[in-house]
């Protein structure tokens, strides 16, 4: 039987980019942060992400059927740490959103975001497992092209030339 306490630490060994996941309803955004996101297929363009049904967001996000995920750069570690820190709609306070089709908030300076429909939910325990039709995908930050990672309980970035040596080997 695997403990739990050896599952958490096994999991904050895994490093993944931290995401925006959000949402908006009758006016008020929504949201959170997640690392349970990944893609999925290319035909169609699709994600997975994967939210826990404890999230404040949750509920709001299945009813609206619509998300946006925007990666957050590297340079981006003081607006995620507020992001996290805050609740409802102050987590929206200080930084630039824009709308695509769906109407899902989008971090005006993501590294990347997705505007995104809900194709299918399943049940993944303690999450919900959210099955994402991609409509349009927002590069709007060139100089962004490292994201910004969580690992070990904290935010981290590489540096570039750590990032360097890491496409080198």
């Known amino acids: 039987m695997i403990r739990a306490d050896d599952f958490r630490e096994a999991m904050q060994r895994f490093a993944g980019p931290v995401t925006a996941i959000?949402?908006?309803?009758?006016?008020?955004?929504?949201?959170?942060m997640a690392t349970a996101v990944c893609s999925l297929s290319a035909e169609p363009p699709s994600l997975i992400v994967c939210v826990n049904k404890t999230a404040s967001a949750h509920d709001t996000i299945l009813r609206q059927g619509f998300l946006g995920v925007s990666v957050l750069a590297d340079t981006q570690m003081a607006f995620a740490n507020h992001f996290a820190r805050a609740k409802g709609p102050d987590r929206f306070e200080g930084a630039l959103w824009c709308m695509q089709?769906?109407?899902?908030?989008?971090?005006?300076?993501?590294?990347?975001?997705?505007d995104c429909r809900i194709a299918q939910t399943h049940d993944g325990f303690s999450h919900t497992i959210i099955v994402a039709l991609i409509h349009d995908i927002l590069l709007p930050n060139s100089n962004a092209d490292r994201c910004l990672l969580w690992h070990r309980k904290g935010f981290v970035s590489l540096t570039a030339q750590e990032a360097e040596n890491a496409t080198a080997e």
């Open 101 to 114: 089709e769906t109407g899902a908030p989008l971090l005006a300076d993501a590294s990347v975001a997705f």
């Open 22 to 32: 959000t949402t908006i309803e009758n006016g008020i955004p929504s949201g959170l």
